[in-house]
């Protein structure tokens, strides 16, 4: 499904990363690890599609990733360092645009309630604490049709009752057929079946 | 002959063009020649130009500026396509090289666009009595080209990565040659409306050919000069941009020893 | 398509009025331009009445760069703009729908704007009517140049300055055009020549700006 | 030889429009070949500095 053939990555006039081959199977989830600035963020943002690789390629069901159709596209998702939540919508809009965007699944209730953001769905996000809003990225996460999920970090902030969640519903997309890519520094806390190490 | 071959003999040539090693070496010895060629032609055609061509029966002599600004304005117009021509090869084909002649065009168009206001300003004195007249459309046209080619070079300053400098300037240089003509015309629909004053009347005075060779060997002159230090400048740029490289390395070597 | 379309632009509009603030800023920018030039120059009617046009459309276009400053930076410092981007509509739909969002917030209050101002430099009343339709084709043109610019210095800190020194020398047919046509309808005289020009100009960048600000916003957040 | 100088009175205004244009153009003609040579340099003093990376190992687990 996402096969990586003798990537190559450069950030400015430093070589990140060479050489890097694997497949990602329906099911599995890959847990990218390495010390800080090794290059985790830069290769999950050239598995998306926002970044060019400086060789090699990146393939989504056998179609380079930053030429994939828009709906195509959709089949994968990315969350970054940054949440890319609205600080000036209330913490339903975001999910409710995202939905809307998306044309993702409509649980936007249940959501709420699992990541026990309930009290807060009218509250701007500008009001939220920093673990607060990573649920909220969660959450739209979850909300999105994809295949597949690119996460960078995705515990920071977080509490371990958030960590709980976090694992619950990647073992429900990996159940479901769905593929992941997790770059971590607590790869203890994940259950992976292919270890990447920058 | 059959039309494969000739179609892959290009393609090959394609790519040698993409190869920084060949280019380097095609430029390096293309200079000297295009060097001793320019200074011949830039020599010949001002000698022409200053002693032997009769001066103009209305603008009498200062039309002998002339010989230096329409090359100048010309190879203003034609660097900036040339410009925006290779940063578009770059984009779209990801080809460095493209990039790094974009990257050696912009500072020789900006030079010679600066000449072309220069010596228009100059020759204004003389023939409209003021050194620089809002009217007229050619002038009007060359100082916003100037502008163009100051935010492009701008635009690269500002970023750190050569990368990302490249990719995005060479959209702005797209998005300017595109609207190069319509700054044009419109520029001359505005004058035309305030009837200013122009250097060469469409129908005017009709240019003789004594007065025309000349001009025609500074052309030559001047985009051979100008290919000169494109190519100068390019061994630069490759140098800096293939650092890395081991053909670069082994150079820096040989020339140090 | 036409339901991502108008989800991106109840977005925009809806965070517009949140920050209303900076909405309003562009706009009070364009009067005071405008009312500092006859301190600049003099408060002489015959003065004023032979330049208001130009003054007006300086105005507009300086404003007009700044409104659109921000356009892409704020989603590009949340991380909005990597979801937009990879998001399952063509990136050029959703510039276009972000800047008919910021146009319709920016550019329409200038067009109320505009007819007051022009009063008070002496313009005839009837002169209005065909003000507020060069204005009105005008302003889009002004509109996607600003997003191109706004989308080439999306990743710079420095970004408002560099984008003036980039797009306004592109801006020069608008201006010929506008304050053409504007000149004409003081005149009383037929102004559709200078009117069909600015919305070739209109319909040129509408068409190809949104394909290259999404490009120019895809390259500058790679 | 002082009547050619004068350019039937319009000699100052030719001769510094072509004496600005050979300043300009040996100034570029300078700059080019300081950039090449400034190229060179650079790259002699900066020597060998290459950084290389391991390969990032890749294995399944379980």
Redesign the interface.
């Known amino acids: 499904m996402l096969t990586v053939t003798s990537l190559e990555v450069w950030r ?1 006039e ?9 497949e990602l199977l329906p099911g599995q989830t890959a847990l990218i690890t ?1 010390p800080n600035g090794s290059g985790k963020t830069s290769l999950l943002r050239v598995l ?5 690789p400086f060789a090699g390629r990146t393939q989504w069901c056998g179609t380079k990733v930053h030429r994939l159709a ?2 195509t ?2 089949e ?3 969350l ?10 209330t913490a339903e ?1 975001n999910l409710q ?2 939905r ?4 993702g699944r409509d649980e936007i209730d249940r959501i709420l309630d699992e990541l026990r953001l309930k009290p807060f769905r009218r509250r701007e996000v500008r009001r939220l604490s920093a673990g607060q809003r990573r649920r909220l990225a969660l959450g ?1 996460l979850r909300l999105k049709p994809a295949r597949l999920w690119l996460l960078d970090e995705p515990l920071t902030n977080l509490d371990d009752k958030g960590v709980g969640v976090m694992q619950t519903w990647l073992q429900h997309h990996t159940g479901a057929g769905g593929l992941a890519a997790v770059s971590t520094h607590q790869p203890g806390r994940l259950t ?7 | 002959m059959s039309a494969v071959p000739i179609r892959s003999r290009l393609w090959r040539a394609f790519h040698q063009l993409g190869s920084p090693p060949y280019v380097y070496r095609l430029a390096g010895r293309l200079a000297p020649w295009l060097g001793t060629m320019s200074c011949v032609l830039l020599a010949v055609g001002a000698f022409w130009g200053l002693v032997l061509a009769p001066p103009d029966y209305l603008q009498g002599d200062s039309f002998r500026i002339i010989y230096i600004h329409v090359p100048s304005a010309y190879l203003s117009m034609g660097g900036y396509v040339l410009m925006a021509v290779a940063a578009a090869i770059g984009y779209i084909w990801r080809m460095k090289l493209a990039h790094g002649v974009a990257v050696c065009v912009a500072p020789l168009g900006a030079w010679f666009t600066a000449l072309a206001l220069i010596t228009g300003g100059i020759w204004g004195k003389p023939t409209w009595g003021t050194y620089w007249e809002w009217g007229d459309a050619r002038l009007m046209f060359e100082l916003l080209l100037l502008f163009l080619f100051i935010g492009y070079m701008v635009l690269r300053m500002s970023f750190d990565e050569r990368d990302k400098a490249d990719r995005v300037s060479a959209l702005l240089a797209v998005v300017g040659v595109v609207n190069v003509p319509i700054i044009h015309y419109s520029v001359e629909w505005w004058t035309t409306l305030h009837q200013g004053p122009t250097l060469i009347r469409e129908g005017g005075p009709s240019i003789t050919m004594d007065m025309l060779i000349p001009l025609l060997i500074m052309l030559a002159g001047f985009s051979l000069f100008f290919g000169w230090l494109l190519c100068k400048r390019l061994q630069g740029e490759i140098l800096r941009r293939e650092s890395r490289t081991r053909w670069v390395r082994n150079l820096a070597a040989e020339a140090a020893a | 398509m036409a339901d991502i379309f108008i989800c991106i632009l109840k977005r925009d509009l809806r965070l517009a009025f949140r920050r209303w603030s900076e909405l309003a800023t562009p706009l009070i920018f364009f009067v005071i331009i405008a009312s500092l030039f006859p301190l600049a120059a003099s408060p002489d009617e015959a003065q004023l009445r032979s330049t208001g046009a130009a003054v007006l459309w300086m105005s507009a276009l300086l404003s007009s760069l700044l409104a659109l400053d921000g356009l892409f930076r704020a989603d590009a410092e949340d991380g909005s703009m990597e979801q937009l981007i990879l998001g399952p509509a063509p990136l050029g739909l959703v510039v276009l729908a972000k800047i008919v969002a910021h146009w319709s917030v920016s550019g329409v209050p200038l067009l109320v704007l505009a007819p007051v101002l022009a009063l008070s430099f002496y313009l005839p009343l009837t002169a209005l009517p065909g003000l507020v339709a060069a204005l009105a084709l005008a302003t889009p043109t002004l509109s996607v140049l600003a997003a191109i610019g706004a989308a080439l210095t999306v990743s710079l800190r420095a970004g408002g300055t560099i984008i003036g020194l980039l797009i306004l020398p592109l801006t020069g047919p608008v201006l010929i055009f506008g304050t053409r046509a504007t000149e004409l309808a003081a005149l009383g005289e037929p102004l559709a020549g200078p009117l069909y020009l600015l919305a070739a100009l209109a319909v040129l960048s509408v068409s190809l700006g949104p394909v290259i600000t999404a490009a120019a916003v895809r390259t500058a957040l790679e | 030889m002082s009547e050619f100088l004068a350019m039937g009175g319009h000699g100052p205004y030719v001769w510094s429009a072509y004496g600005v244009t050979l300043v300009v153009m040996v100034y570029n003609a300078w700059a080019a070949y300081r950039h090449q040579a400034n190229a060179l340099a650079r790259l002699q003093q900066a020597g060998a500095e290459q950084e290389t990376r391991a390969k990032p190992t890749v294995r399944q687990i379980g």
Not at chain 1, 14 to 22: A, E, G, H, I, V
Not at chain 1, 80 to 89: A, P, V, Y
Not at chain 1, 100 to 103: E, H, I, L, Q, R
Not at chain 1, 192 to 198: N, V, Y
């Open positions: 400015g430093s070589c990140l990363l060479r050489d890097l081959s694997f390495g998306a599609g926002l970044a060019l828009p709906e596209r959709s994968i998702a990315y970054g360092h940054r949440d890319g939540l609205k600080n000036e919508l809009g645009f995202t809307d965007f998306w044309n739209c992976g079946s292919l270890a990447i190490e920058l």
